[in-house]
């Protein structure tokens, strides 16, 4: 059991490039999220999923894009990369929405991501 | 407690002390706290959560203590051990229909053998 899933672990950019961080898991969850840590802060919440089908903004959606294929996936898309992004990125999950009761999210392993 | 700049407060202690982490939340509509453990390159992982209706919850070494009257969270660990050595994040969330986390800046947990 894998549990989520992310790719790639590392990327290297140049400001202006484009590319998508992929999160995949495995346990059948309604709800995703795309977390980033930067050094000496908390998680900021990027975007999230409540359920297939749907997205909302987080605290930081500014530069990001992301998508929900499926249930099992939901991918984060950096249109115009900036040094300013540059960070680790989390991909987080829960069986259900996140409302007091749901308890723990679930998170990946993060994507190290450097705009140059 | 809070970071200054990009330094996260460092707790450090000897293998065998008791360590408490502690945590102060600002919105007093938090009803539902949790603690995570982040390991070097490794994603947050779940140690406990207590609700606002209980002051205390026990876990398997683990204590958390709520104090809302001064919005204060502290995470307890019982006979540490180098393995506990992580960065500590405690997060908050309210009841009022979906709800994301809100995660504190952290704080690192030294343990020395």
């Known amino acids: ?116 | 407690g809070e970071s200054v700049g990009l330094h996260l407060p460092t707790l450090s202690v000897q293998e065998g002390d008791n360590s408490i982490i502690n945590c102060a939340y600002s919105n007093s509509a938090s009803d539902y706290f949790i603690w995570y453990k982040q390991e070097s390159g490794k994603g947050p992982q779940f140690i406990i959560d207590i609700r606002s209706n209980m002051d205390k919850r026990q876990g398997q070494r683990v204590t958390v203590l709520l104090n809302k009257t001064v919005k204060h969270l502290s995470l307890q660990i019982a006979a540490t051990q180098p393995g506990d050595s992580a960065v500590y994040f405690c997060a908050e969330t309210h009841n009022s229909g979906y709800s994301t986390l809100t995660f504190g800046k952290g704080t690192m947990l030294l343990v020395s053998p």
């Open chain 1, 1 to 116: 059991n894998a549990g989520v899933t992310q790719t790639p672990k590392f990327q290297v950019l140049k400001t202006g490039q484009s590319m998508t961080l992929q999160c995949a898991q495995d346990m059948n969850h309604n709800s995703m999220y795309w977390y980033r840590q930067d050094p000496g802060m908390g998680l900021r919440l990027i975007y999230y999923s409540a359920s297939e089908g749907t997205t909302d903004k987080g605290e930081v959606p500014n530069g990001y894009n992301v998508s929900r294929l499926n249930k099992r996936e939901f991918s984060l898309r950096l249109e115009s990369a900036a040094p300013s992004q540059t960070s680790v990125y989390f991909c987080a999950s829960t069986p259900r929405e996140l409302v007091v009761s749901a308890g723990e999210l679930f998170f990946g392993e993060g994507s190290r991501l450097t705009v140059l």
